[in-house]
C-alpha cells in the first residue's frame, strides 16, 4: 500500500519551510559576539573561507575571512545568508516517526536507533543483504563521507552505496580518469588569471561558481580573450569576447570543428602529441569530418563562431578551459568532457603556469566526497572496489577479511530503479533530497512509497525525508568539525562554531551508535572526528588521492594542502601533471576519439521544444536550504520558465503569464520569463523546488552509459499558457518557498 506523506498543511505548520531573516538591525545590535571562528560556506565546492560570529552558543552573523587565499574576504549572497539556518524555526529536534494516517511523532533516540537497526537486519535476512541500501550525500565532510562508505561495507554490508554527486561530477570525473589516470582539476584557481585563452562550456559561472568570476576578470583584465559556450546567454558570458549559445547537446560539433580548424592551420603541438600522449591519429581522423559547416549544424550556430573561437583557442600560448554540468549532464556527458579535454590535450597547453583545465565541483565537498569511499563502485583513496590490491589494503586498515567486502553495487538512479522493481527494500538516507533532485518525480515518488524501511538523516525536514518511516536529526557543517575538499583539490578545515541544538546530534555520531547497533562497535569506536581523518588518511595512502601527509595542524599552518600528499614533508600538488607526467602507468595522457550522437530525448512534432534545466544565484540545489533564508526567498521565490520572444510569440505567452511545461513524464507550472538571452529552440527552467513547481516533474531518466549521470540538460517538452493556478498557488505556495 502506498504510504502518504503526512499532509501538507499539518506539515507546514510544524516544519515550514519558514524563512528566516535577520531581526531589525541584525542579531549583532545584541551585543559583541563571544567568539569568531575561521571556517569556510557551507555551500557550493569554491569553499570560500568565512568567519562566524558566535554570541550565546549561537551563529549570529558574519564577517569575510580576507587572509584566506581562495575568496580573500569575498563572498556570494549564499554564504552571507547561510548562518540563518543555526537556530532556524524549521531545525528538526527529536527523531521523528510516521503515525498511521499520515504526519510524524517524536521517538526517543534509542528507540529510533534501536528500530533502525532491526529493520535492516530483519530486511537483509528476509531478501539478502544488498536488499538494504544507502544513498549518500557530496555535502558532507570527508570524514563523513568516509565514514559512511565504511557503515556500508563493515557494518551494514551492502553492496548498495552511492550518492548525490552522482548527479553532478561523475561525467567530469569519468572523463579525467580516462585521460589522465587522476579525477581532480589540473590546476590551482591561481593559474586562471595567468591564460591567454578561456575556454568556458557548460558552466553558469557568476552565478553558480561566483568567486571564480573574479579569477576570470583578472584574465580578462590581463588582456586574456574569453569564449563562452551556452544555450544561454549568462551573466558571464555577457562580459566575454565570443557567446557560441550552442544548442543543448551541440558542444561535440563545436569542440570536433574547433580541432578540425586547429589541424587545418597548424595549431598542433605535435611534439608534446608524439612524446606523452596516446590516441592522437584517431582523434584527428575523427575531427576529419568536422568541419565547421557540420560542426555548426550539429550545434545550431553559424559557422564563423567555430572559427574564432579556433582562431583564439589555437594560437594562444597559454589557456584555461572550464567546465561545468551544461556539458556534463548528458547521456553523452563523460564523450562531451573528452571532446574538450582533446582542446587541451592538442596545443600541449597542460601542466604549465597559466596552462590547464578545471571542472567545475558542484556541492561544498563534491571533490573530497568523491574519493573516500561512497561511490557504489569506490573505496577509499579513489580505490577500485574491484581491485584486488586495491581492497586488500582498506580491508587491512578496516580490520576485516578481504572477502567481506562488498563487490559493486548501484549507482543512484539504477538503485532507485530496483527500490521500483521490489529488490530493494530498505534505504537509509542522508544528506540527498531525491524529491527534489532526481528525474522523473513520479517515478521518484512510487518507488519511496515502495520501501519497507526508510530511514532519512537532516536537519530539516525535506520533500524525501516526508516519505521515510524514522527521520533522524543531524548536524549543520557549523554543528560539528571536520576537512572538504575543494574545487581545486585543496583540503580544508571546518571547524565546529556552536553544539546541535538540544535534540539534534552530530551525523557522524549517529551513524557510530548505528553501527554499534550492527555489531560493528569496535571498527566505530572514534571519540572524534579528527581520529576519523587519522584513519582515513592511512585508508588513502598509496592511492590516487593520497591524503597521508595532510593533517588538521598542516591545514591551519597552510591556508589548505593539495592532494596528492603522501608524506608529512610533502609540500601537496596545486598543479597537477608538471613536466607533462599523467597519472596513468605509461606516463602519458590517453586523448580518446569522440562522434556526437543524438540526446535520449530530442524534440519532435509532440514535445517540440527543449526543455534545459539548472541554477539560480540566490538558491541552493534541492532548496531544502536556501529556500528557508528571507534573503535568498526574496531574490528569487519561485521558478520560472525563460523563453526567447520569437517562441512566446508563436506560443501567445507573456512576461508573466503561468505557463504549463510538459514532458512525456509530467508537468511544472510556472511563470513565463521572456528574455532575448536564450535559444529560440529552448526553455530552461531552474530546479530547487518541488511538487508542482519541480522540474523534475518533466525531465527524463535517461543516463550516461559510462558515469550514470541523467541527461537533466535535455528533453523535449511542449508549453502553453494556462490560466493562474489560483487554489494550486495558495495551497503550494509555503511548499514552494512562502512567496507568490
Ligand atoms: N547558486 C548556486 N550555485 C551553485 C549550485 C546551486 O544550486 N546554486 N549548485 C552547485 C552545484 S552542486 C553544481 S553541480 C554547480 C553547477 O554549476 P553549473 O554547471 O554552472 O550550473 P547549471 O545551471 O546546472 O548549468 C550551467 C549551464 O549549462 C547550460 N547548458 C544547458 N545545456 C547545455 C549544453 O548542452 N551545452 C552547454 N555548453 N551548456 C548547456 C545552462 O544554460 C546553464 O547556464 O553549481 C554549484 N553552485
Ligand atoms: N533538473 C535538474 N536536476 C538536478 C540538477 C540539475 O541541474 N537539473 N542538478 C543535479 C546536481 S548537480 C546535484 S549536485 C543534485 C543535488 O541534489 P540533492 O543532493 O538532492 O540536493 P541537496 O539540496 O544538497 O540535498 C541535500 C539534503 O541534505 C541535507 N544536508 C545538507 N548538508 C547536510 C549535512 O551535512 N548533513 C545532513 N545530515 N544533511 C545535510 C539538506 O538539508 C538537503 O535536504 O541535484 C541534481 N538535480
Ligand atoms: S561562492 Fe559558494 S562557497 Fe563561496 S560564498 Fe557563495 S555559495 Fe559559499
Ligand atoms: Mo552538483
Not at 575538499?485 to 578545515?493: A, C, F, M, P
Not at 586523448?591 to 514535445?607: F, I, K, S
Request: net charge neutral; with cysteine.
Amino acid at each position: 500500500m502506498a504510504k502518504l506523506p503526512a499532509s501538507v498543511p499539518e506539515l507546514v505548520a510544524r516544519f515550514g519551510p519558514h524563512a528566516q531573516r535577520e531581526p531589525p538591525g541584525g542579531w549583532t545590535t545584541r551585543g559583541e559576539p563571544d567568539r569568531i571562528v575561521k571556517t569556510h560556506c557551507c555551500f557550493c565546492g569554491q569553499q570560500c573561507g568565512i568567519q562566524l560570529k558566535v554570541k550565546d552558543e549561537k551563529v549570529v552573523g558574519f564577517e569575510p575571512w580576507e587572509d584566506f587565499p581562495f575568496n580573500r574576504g569575498k563572498l556570494c549572497p549564499k554564504g552571507v545568508k547561510r548562518y540563518l539556518q543555526d537556530a532556524h524555526p524549521d531545525r528538526l529536534l527529536s527523531p521523528l516517526e510516521r503515525v498511521e494516517g499520515g504526519g510524524f511523532r517524536p521517538l526517543a533516540w534509542e528507540a529510533a536507533l534501536d528500530r533502525t537497526a532491526r529493520e535492516i537486519r530483519r530486511i537483509q535476512e528476509a531478501h539478502g543483504p544488498d536488499a538494504f541500501a544507502i544513498l549518500t550525500g557530496a555535502s558532507l565532510t570527508n570524514e563523513k563521507a568516509y565514514l559512511m562508505g565504511k557503515l556500508a561495507r563493515v557494518a551494514v554490508r551492502t553492496a548498495n552505496i552511492d550518492y548525490n554527486g552522482r548527479l553532478c561530477m561523475v561525467s567530469a570525473g569519468a572523463a579525467s580518469k580516462k585521460v589522465f589516470g587522476v579525477d581532480r582539476s589540473a590546476n590551482p584557481w591561481s593559474d586562471i588569471p595567468k591564460a591567454e585563452a578561456l575556454l568556458i562550456a557548460g558552466a553558469n559561472v557568476a552565478e553558480c561558481a561566483p568567486i571564480t568570476t573574479d579569477y576570470v576578470w583578472q584574465a580578462r583584465e590581463a588582456g586574456a580573450r574569453i569564449i563562452v559556450l551556452d544555450p544561454r546567454l549568462t551573466p558571464i558570458a555577457r562580459t566575454v569576447d565570443l557567446f557560441i549559445p550552442v544548442r543543448p547537446g551541440g558542444d561535440i560539433g563545436v569542440f570536433n570543428a574547433m580541432l578540425h580548424v586547429m589541424i587545418e592551420r597548424g595549431w598542433i603541438d605535435r611534439r608534446f602529441l608524439a612524446e606523452h600522449t596516446t590516441g592522437w591519429d584517431a582523434v584527428e581522423e575523427t575531427v576529419r569530418r568536422y568541419t565547421p559547416e557540420v560542426g555548426a549544424r550539429i550545434a545550431g550556430v553559424p559557422a564563423s563562431l567555430i572559427v574564432k573561437a579556433a582562431e583564439i583557442w589555437g594560437p594562444a600560448r597559454t589557456s584555461f578551459l572550464l567546465h561545468a554540468r551544461g556539458i556534463e549532464h548528458h547521456t553523452k556527458g563523460v564523450e562531451n568532457c573528452l571532446a574538450a579535454l582533446n582542446l587541451v590535450l592538442a596545443t600541449g597547453r597542460i601542466g604549465r603556469e597559466g596552462c590547464g583545465y578545471a571542472m567545475i565541483t558542484g556541492q561544498g565537498n563534491g571533490q573530497g566526497a568523491r574519493e573516500q569511499g561512497q561511490k557504489c563502485d569506490q573505496l577509499p583513496g579513489s580505490r577500485d572496489v574491484e581491485n584486488p590490491e586495491h581492497r586488500r589494503h582498506v580491508a587491512e586498515v578496516w580490520g576485516v577479511p578481504e572477502a567481506s567486502i562488498p563487490h559493486k553495487g548501484l549507482s543512484a538512479v539504477p538503485l532507485v530503479e530496483a527500490i521500483h522493481d521490489g529488490k530493494i527494500k530498505g534505504l537509509l538516507l542522508i544528506c540527498f533530497n531525491p524529491m527534489v533532485s532526481l528525474p522523473d518525480q513520479a517515478f521518484i515518488r512510487e518507488a519511496l512509497e515502495r520501501l519497507e524501511y526508510f530511514v532519512a538523516i537532516d536537519f530539516f525536514l525535506s520533500e524525501t525525508a516526508r516519505y521515510a518511516d524514522v527521520v533522524l536529526p543531524g548536524s549543520l557543517m557549523e554543528e560539528d568539525e571536520g576537512t572538504t575538499t575543494n574545487v581545486e583539490g585543496r583540503v580544508i578545515h571546518h571547524r565546529q562554531a556552536v553544539a546541535p541544538p538540544a535534540g539534534a546530534r552530530e551525523d557522524w555520531r549517529i551513524v557510530c551508535d548505528l553501527a554499534a547497533r550492527l555489531g560493528a562497535g569496535d571498527k566505530f569506536a572514534y571519540r572524534s572526528t579528527r581520529e576519523i581523518f587519522d584513519e582515513l588518511r592511512v585508508a588513502s595512502r598509496g592511492g590516487v588521492s593520497d591524503y597521508f601527509g595532510i593533517t588538521w595542524e598542516r591545514i591551519d599552518a597552510e591556508h589548505g594542502v593539495f592532494w596528492p600528499c603522501p608524506s608529512l614533508d610533502h609540500p601537496g600538488t596545486p598543479r597537477l601533471y608538471e613536466g607533462a607526467r599523467f597519472g596513468h602507468p605509461d606516463g602519458r595522457a590517453h586523448l580518446q576519439a569522440v562522434d556526437w550522437r543524438p540526446a535520449a530525448e530530442e524534440p519532435d512534432a509532440e514535445y517540440p521544444i527543449i526543455l534545459t534545466t539548472g541554477r539560480v544565484v540566490a538558491q541552493y540545489l534541492s532548496g531544502t536550504q536556501t529556500r528557508r533564508i528571507g534573503g535568498l526567498v526574496d531574490q528569487t521565490p519561485q521558478p520560472y520558465c525563460e523563453l526567447h520572444p520569437r517562441l512566446a510569440g508563436k506560443l501567445g505567452v507573456s512576461d508573466g503569464d503561468f505557463v504549463s511545461v510538459e514532458s512525456r513524464r509530467g508537468t511544472t507550472v510556472v511563470r513565463a520569463l521572456v528574455t532575448t538571452t536564450i535559444r529560440p529552440d529552448t526553455v530552461f527552467v531552474p530546479y530547487h523546488w518541488p511538487v508542482e513547481r519541480a522540474a523534475n516533474n518533466c525531465t527524463i531518466r535517461a543516463i550516461d552509459p559510462v558515469s550514470n549521470i541523467p541527461e537533466f540538460k535535455i528533453c523535449a517538452v511542449r508549453v502553453r499558457k494556462v490560466e493562474r493556478p489560483h487554489d494550486a498557488i495558495a495551497r503550494l505556495a509555503p511548499e514552494a518557498g512562502g512567496v507568490v
